[in-house]
């Protein structure tokens, strides 16, 4: 099925309009993937969202939803959806070259101060996501739990300080806005490295991408086990 950029959950648009989630109705986590920029063909991020759209894991089903490349957009899309669906967690995937591993983002600062990338949007210079938000949010996923069975796996992977200043940080920053009164429920973004076969005409760290989803499974694993998502009275 194809569907539309700014708002494209794996399933349809009439999946997104879906009701809050109530007492006996199923619990989603909500796992976003951007579009494919810079002249990519593809983005690992949607491609392991797409991949595990539909999985569940303990007792909640992932919702993959796909976003564009696009501050303002992007940030406005996921607020939408949050609001529609009340996850129980949202975790969001972004592709960050030149990493050899997933990245475990720490920080989301309230600033998107880039220069123009072509093809996706106009540059912005030293906007806040939020105006008059906080400075910053930290992740409210259990970074130390999931690093510990990612290497226990053997998949590589890191904490980073920040999810930088673009359409990933923004993104992260919005969903930890948007939650900020629901402190239980986990909320946080991990950058993937480049898939494989996109380094075919460059030197770059990368990753297969059956690897990519073994480690985000792991990550998935770790966030419905955790006590924000056992504990519904918090939602």
């Not at 309009?17 to 796992?31: E, F, H, S, Y």
């Not at 938000?133 to 990612?150: K, T």
Request: positive net charge; contains cysteine; charged residues 20%.
């Amino acid at each position: 099925m194809v569907v539309r950029k700014d708002a494209a959950p794996a399933r349809s648009r009439k999946s997104a309009r879906r009701p809050l989630q109530g007492r006996g109705r199923a619990k989603t986590i909500l796992l976003t993937g951007f579009d494919a920029f810079g002249g990519e063909r593809v983005n690992p991020s949607w491609q392991v969202a797409e991949r595990l759209d539909g999985r569940s894991f303990a007792d909640a089903t992932v919702r993959a939803v796909r976003l564009p490349v696009d501050c303002r957009r992007a940030a406005a899309t996921i607020v939408r959806i949050i609001e529609r669906t009340a996850p129980i967690a949202v975790v969001s995937l972004g592709q960050a070259a030149g990493r050899f591993g997933l990245s475990l983002e720490r920080v989301a600062l309230n600033l998107a101060d880039y220069r123009p990338v072509p093809d996706v949007e106009a540059g912005l210079r030293s906007v806040p996501v939020v105006p008059n938000g906080p400075a910053a949010y930290f992740s409210r996923l259990p970074l130390q739990a999931i690093l510990e069975a990612l290497r226990n796996r053997g998949i590589p992977a890191a904490v980073s300080l920040s999810a930088g200043v673009y359409v990933c940080n923004a993104v992260m920053y919005a969903e930890l806005h948007a939650l900020r009164r629901r402190t239980r429920i986990p909320v946080g973004f991990v950058h993937l490295p480049y898939e494989a076969a996109q380094t075919v005409r460059r030197a770059a760290a990368s990753m297969a991408l059956d690897l990519m989803i073994a480690g985000v499974e792991t990550v998935l694993e770790v966030v419905a086990g955790s006590p924000g998502c056992a504990s519904p009275s918090q939602r």
